[in-house]
């Protein structure tokens, strides 16, 4: 399995930024799909997840109904939309596949599969 994140890059606080991270050796179906991001000098935190069955979506609670993660099984992907950034969003971010139990889904530790991350950087 082999995932490709793409799509950061420099925005303005208060703009947007749609993420993607392509799969491959996989279909979506197997798996729950997560994003993460790491900010310098910061422990990776939890960003967002939709599960495989049934698609429901949990955010962290930092992302105030201004993140949505979905995906798309005719292209394999998996994105981020991001509105309304804020320079405390300046981070790597990374999507994660894995197969955690409910109680983990925001755990990075329960996710297999990493892609390499994609840089987001918001200017205030």
């Known amino acids: 399995v082999q995932l490709q994140a793409s799509g950061g890059g420099l925005v303005q606080a208060g703009g947007s930024l749609r993420l993607s991270c392509a799969a491959s050796?996989?279909?979506?179906?197997?798996?729950?799909w997560a994003w993460f991001r790491q900010a310098p000098g910061k422990d990776k935190e939890f960003v967002a997840a939709i599960r495989r069955s049934g698609g429901r979506t949990y955010y962290a609670a930092f992302v105030k109904g201004r993140f949505t993660i979905s995906r798309d099984n005719a292209k394999n992907t998996i994105s981020l939309q991001t509105n309304n950034l804020e320079p405390e969003g300046t981070a790597v971010y990374y999507c994660a596949a894995g197969t955690p139990i409910l109680s983990s889904v925001r755990e990075d530790w329960a996710y297999r599969h990493w892609g390499q991350g994609t840089q987001v950087t918001v200017s205030s």
């Open positions: 050796g996989t279909t979506l179906s197997n798996y729950d």
